[in-house]
């Protein structure tokens, strides 16, 4: 999946949106037995945001994607294509991407979204790529928003404590010179009972159980050791169809769960934690919204500068994971 032809999708602007309401460790030590130290130590998690009520996973991305198209200077009539990662959509149906496009006012363009879990912004991504790439769109909104807190059991402490609500967008534009150079997918659904919500339209919900049994359930350790495993894999995948080297990297954009796992993939990359952007200390694991979260923060602050090497990373139930180098 190596860019070879003369079109590239260019990052033109980025954009994020956290809620407002913010839970930190010390408020969660309140509602189940853990504590800030426990929880810094184990994810360098310090706080997350909760969506209000009535805020949708929609509504948070439409404020990220504003943001990305006012960085971009692209106007909604420009839009061919919107692509939202989201694991927590708005509804069932319509998709989340056709509820942002209402909201815009971009009526017309395709809209869809894509369902890859924590690597819902890479993988939408890579969608929105390819369809740069091959010539049948020009400029593409792509979102990664969520808001899991809603799938959250908020008396069990091993998962309550990792995850938070918050969306990012980027808008892609053709561009001759320069954008992303190739993307990197992968799944293992044979491991679909580590990290899930075991309840949907599908396989039915259980009246008997608070919000329908919907909840994510996740075997920690197992997550964690399959996570370093995989994302060692496919950095090197990516260097390596890119006749690149590790050194030749300006920046790690990870996803951003947990700390001990950005550290892991930045150690196999020999990177210094000066070149790795790190956000989850401030909003979780906001699953499809960290990735983008975390670029825009790293080109906000002017960390990223025009030219450089990125690698983008994420991993999520599924499992799936990918990558997406880029030079920005
Ligand atoms: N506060 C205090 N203690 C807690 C706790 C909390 N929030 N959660 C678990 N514990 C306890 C456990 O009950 C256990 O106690 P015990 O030794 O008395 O049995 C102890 O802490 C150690 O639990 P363990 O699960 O082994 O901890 P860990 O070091 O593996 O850390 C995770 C747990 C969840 C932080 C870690 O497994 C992890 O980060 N996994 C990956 C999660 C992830 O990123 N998922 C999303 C991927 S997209």
């Not at 593409?140 to 998962?159: A, F, K, N, Q």
């Not at 090197?236 to 769960?257: F, S, V």
Request: negative net charge; glycine residues 10%; charged residues 20%.
């Amino acid at each position: 999946m190596t860019q070879t032809g003369r079109i590239y999708s260019r990052i033109a602007g980025t954009g994020s949106y956290l809620p407002e309401k913010v839970l930190t460790n010390d408020d969660l030590a309140k509602m189940v037995d853990t504590s800030d130290e426990w929880i810094r130590s184990r994810t360098g998690i310090r706080e997350r945001h909760i969506a209000a009520a009535g805020q949708t996973s929609g509504d948070l991305g439409y404020e990220a994607a504003l943001r990305a198209m006012e960085a971009a200077g692209v106007t909604a009539a420009e839009l061919d294509m919107i692509v939202v990662g989201t694991t927590t959509p708005d509804l069932v149906f319509p998709s989340t991407a056709c509820l942002v496009q209402a909201k815009l006012g971009a009526e017309g363009c395709a809209a869809m979204d894509v369902n890859a879990a924590c690597s819902g912004f890479v993988f939408a991504l890579s969608v929105a790529d390819k369809f740069i790439r091959c010539g049948d769109a020009k400029t593409v909104l792509v979102i990664g928003t969520e808001t899991l807190s809603r799938i959250v059991d908020w008396t069990e402490r091993t998962t309550c404590v990792l995850f938070g609500d918050g969306a990012g967008a980027a808008v892609l534009k053709a561009d001759a010179e320069t954008g992303i150079l190739s993307t990197h997918l992968h799944a293992d659904g044979s491991k679909n009972d580590l990290l899930w919500n075991p309840v949907g339209v599908s396989a039915g919900f259980r009246s008997d159980e608070p919000n329908g049994g919907a909840k994510i359930n996740m075997k920690g350790n197992d997550v964690f050791k399959y996570a370093v495993k995989a994302l060692d894999g496919v950095v090197d995948e990516t260097l390596a169809a890119n006749g690149l080297d590790k050194r030749d990297l300006d920046w790690l954009i990870p996803h951003q769960a947990n700390l001990r796992i950005i550290e892991a993939t930045a150690k196999r990359l020999e990177m210094s934690m000066d070149q790795v952007i790190v956000t989850v200390d401030k909003h979780g694991n906001t699953s499809s919204g960290s990735v983008p979260l975390a670029l825009d923060a790293a080109i906000r602050s002017g960390r990223v500068q025009r030219g450089q090497l990125l690698l983008l990373e994420a991993f999520g139930g599924g499992f799936t994971w990918g990558s997406a180098l880029l030079r920005y």
